[in-house]
């Protein structure tokens, strides 16, 4: 995969209630994919009870949680709240506020515009009592993104209205009922700027950012009430022209003092900068920087709450997170009090990710906590410091495995899996393989035992690697876990190759990892006591550091790391050398790049496959060639002579997103390759596999666009006779005849994630159809693994 998504999640205020989301404009603090049920985005504290959205999964609807102390302290739950017309993906739980007795949430997606619905609490706990759309929201619109409140008024924003200018939306209760009272607008919106990102209200005063205005610098808005309605009454502009400065990404009213968090200020250390009322102006105050010694990328200021007389500062991207509590002298500067740390927090947690405070109690997001799931903890006051008392986390939604006996694909189902002419043998979840909460799986690759026929698979996992026993694919039996190298750190990218009993494993953005080789033989005589097992791996090869994948030539005994990054020999990301013909001695042979491709031109290549050449062209006959998806380009390089390989040829092609990932024809004329970019910038409507006619190496021609049925992101291909197999994240795994070589039609297909097909980066990440029986190994990130296999008719 190629995108590295580090994602700053910043958060507006929201008084007692503070949402936390994600902005592309800004640096990031961790990597790994935007939250995958978003538990713990919005929080609130309301009275003796502590209320946790969840409002991201996209296969069932929001929930907000709501927690209370038992008789012996503990913090367990209560109850679960959702919108009486709920419906998958609604984002009900976005935002949260409280005012006058009822609850009031957000859900962007509900009702097309987004809906704002009302609980009040009766003795039997909360239950919706109004719900409502403002004046003319569109369908396009993303009503109740933020919300915040004095106690008496709420206001939500919607950051989507009027092509992304944004709107905010003023709610009073009036006769008992909540109504629209007030739609506000920045008098001079453009699109895109987003108004209303961050919003908060005292009394006769609101103030809202504009995140992406003045080039994506950031920028606020004062409203006051007057006798005519609110009115416009000042901007604020960004203090510098740093680039990316995300000014108002959080924001707060203290009296006559308005504070906005700049996350993105002095190297993304983060500042606030306190701006008084003065005559008819304001006039800057103070600016307030994070204690001496903060790193950049700490992101100081991503989420502002006031709790009593303290300003509480947010800063994600200090460790697993932390939250400063400031303390405001008579001139607007704040002076630092104690920081707020979680427990067992590790980097990329992001603590603090949203804050709600309420007397003795607070409680703290953690939105990356689980690898984007999120979690929450409970904090209290003890004397003059607060600790954390309590974590809330949900449970993970998953798919139950499929095991006994094979799931026929008829009518057009497969269990609950849409498919065509592919059944389904088994489905392992990812919890069933060593996967804890939050973990995807991602790259897989087979082995079958030398010496006893027995098929395996080999699955990644963010945080290691699982070996699954398939001799019988029906009953799976999973036998252990490889973790990743000790000093490692999780990620998302993993990638497997095999040679001669040896599993060679790599993965991208995890620190010094390196290659790990792991002697498959191992695997042959464990007991059935002994599983699951924890293995270790047999040799640790450390010429890399972080590697998106591995390719391996069998019939040479060399493997080429690719796209590394993060220390070693890099090789510019192209093409790194290792001798495993020895496999337990792996040795460093040499680099390769083409440096006119690649986004850097570097030579990066993303993948590649690497082959002793037996095609048309004789003059490269017994050559080993390689094959590179290089970002930009289709690269051919001849790679004999690792001490002096060289560039045969490059090929660009129409509408490029991101050449990905690519195989050739047994005959090695034909090379398929997936672009995994173009169908999310727009440029095609449908999956495209890119033809290449590769009869002559030195001049590839590009003969045929093949577009299939689903408008998916395609990830990796791989063919086996006249089929090409290929995962197509959403649209799960598809199977493409290719006898007539320049024009591939679809013949068959399991969907891995039931629901619609556009571009994205969820589900099947790749598949191996290479085992004599036919199963054929299917990974889908948030579901598991699945062992399927084709009907065998003839093809007409």
């Known amino acids: 995969m190629r995108y590295r998504p580090k994602v700053l999640r910043l958060a507006p205020i929201a008084h007692l209630a503070v949402m936390s989301l994600g902005v592309p404009a800004v640096a990031a603090i961790a990597a790994g994919p935007l939250a995958a049920q978003g538990f713990g985005q919005s929080v609130l504290v309301a009275g003796d009870e502590v209320l946790v959205g969840e409002s991201l999964f996209s296969t069932r609807p929001g929930y907000v949680y709501v927690y209370r102390r038992d008789g012996s302290g503990r913090w367990v739950e209560t109850g679960r709240l959702q919108a009486s017309d709920a419906a998958p993906n609604d984002h009900f739980g976005r935002a949260l506020a409280m005012a006058q007795g009822d609850l009031l949430v957000g859900a962007t997606v509900a009702r097309e515009s987004g809906a704002l619905y009302v609980f009040s609490k009766s003795p039997q706990g909360w239950r919706e009592t109004a719900s409502l759309v403002p004046g003319g929201a569109k369908p396009e619109d993303s009503f109740g993104r933020a919300a915040a409140t004095d106690g008496r008024t709420v206001i939500m924003s919607d950051w989507a209205a009027d092509s992304s ?37 005292a009394g006769d005063r609101i103030v809202a950012s504009a995140i992406n205005k003045n080039r994506q610098r950031g920028g606020a808005y004062v409203f006051r009430r007057t006798a005519n309605g609110w009115q416009e009454a000042a901007q604020f502009a960004p203090p510098d022209t740093s680039a990316n400065l995300g000014f108002g990404a959080s924001l707060a009213l203290m009296g006559d003092d308005v504070i906005l968090s700049a996350p993105g200020a002095d190297g993304f250390v983060g500042a606030l900068y306190t701006y008084r009322a003065s005559g008819s102006g304001w006039t800057q105050a103070a600016k307030t920087t994070p204690p001496a010694g903060t790193q950049p990328n700490g992101t100081f200021g991503s989420v502002l709450t006031v709790a009593d007389d303290e300003l509480w500062v947010g800063a994600q991207g200090i460790g697993g997170g932390h939250i400063y509590r400031l303390a405001r002298n008579g001139e607007g500067a704040f002076t630092h009090m104690a920081a707020i740390t979680g427990r067992e927090t590790v980097q990329g947690d992001g603590f603090g990710g949203a804050i709600a405070t309420g007397g003795e109690v607070a409680v703290a ?8 799931l999120g979690s929450a903890a409970v904090l209290e006051r003890q004397g003059a410091n607060w600790v954390e008392a309590g974590r809330m986390a949900s449970e993970v939604k998953g798919y139950s495995p499929i095991t006994g006996g094979r799931v026929d694909c008829a009518g057009g189902k497969a269990a609950q899996f849409d498919c065509s002419e592919v059944d389904i043998l088994s489905f392992l979840p990812v919890s069933a393989i060593g996967g804890t909460r939050g973990v995807q799986v991602n790259d897989t690759w087979g082995w079958t035992d030398t010496q006893t026929g027995k098929e395996w698979a080999i699955v990644g996992r963010y945080d290691g690697t699982s070996f699954i026993d398939i001799s019988d694919p029906s009953n799976p039996v999973y036998i252990g876990n490889l973790p990743l190298h000790e000093g490692a750190r999780p990620n998302i990218w993993r990638d497997i190759k095999v040679y001669r009993d040896h599993a060679y494993i790599v993965s991208d953005g995890a620190g010094p990892h390196g290659m790990q080789v792991f002697d498959l033989a191992r695997l042959r005589n464990i007991q059935k006591s002994q599983i699951p097992m924890t293995f270790t791996e047999d040799v640790h090869y450390d010429r890399i550091a972080s590697a998106h994948n591995i390719v391996i030539n069998e019939a040479t005994g060399f493997a080429y790391a690719v796209g590394l990054n993060s220390g070693g020999e890099t090789c510019g990301g192209g093409l790194h050398m290792i001798d495993i013909r020895e496999p337990m001695k792996p040795t460093f042979a040499g ?16 993948d590649a496959q690497c082959v002793t050449y037996h095609g048309s062209d004789s003059k490269y006959a017994g050559r080993e060639i390689c094959f590179g998806s290089n970002e930009t380009a289709l690269s051919i390089a001849d790679v004999s002579s690792k001490d002096s390989s060289v560039a ?3 090929a660009a092609y129409p509408s490029v997103g991101y050449a990905h990932q690519g195989w050739l024809d047994e005959q090695h004329e034909y090379f398929y390759m997936d672009d995994e ?4 910038n727009g440029s095609v409507k449908h999956t495209r596999t890119l033809v290449w006619d590769v009869k002559d190496l030195d001049d590839p021609i590009l003969v045929k666009e093949y577009f299939g049925p689903s408008t998916a992101s395609d990830h990796n291909l791989y063919i086996r006779g006249n089929l090409m197999y290929q995962s197509n994240y959403v649209s799960g795994l598809r199977i493409v005849d290719i006898s007539n070589r320049a024009e591939p039609k679809e013949v068959g297909f399991l969907d891995t994630v039931p629901g619609g097909d556009s571009p994205g980066f ?6 191996y159809p290479f085992f004599a029986s036919g199963t054929i190994i299917v ?16 093809i007409s």
């Open 165 to 201: 200018r944004g709107a905010v939306y003023v709610f009073e209760k009036q006769n008992g009922a909540w109504r629209e009272t007030a739609r506000l607008t920045a008098s001079d919106g453009q699109p895109n700027e987003w108004f209303g990102f961050a919003i908060a209200i």
């Open 365 to 372: 997001g953690l939105i990356g906590d689980d690898f984007g």
């Open 591 to 606: 680099c390769f790049q083409d440096t006119q491709t690649g986004n850097q031109r570097t030579g990066y290549s993303h």
């Open 648 to 650: 045969i040829s490059r």
């Open 677 to 680: 970019g173009d169908e999310t």
């Open 762 to 767: 969820d589900g099947s990440w790749s598949n």
């Open 779 to 794: 990974t889908s990130g948030k579901e598991g693994v699945f062992f399927l296999r084709k009907k065998v008719r003839p």
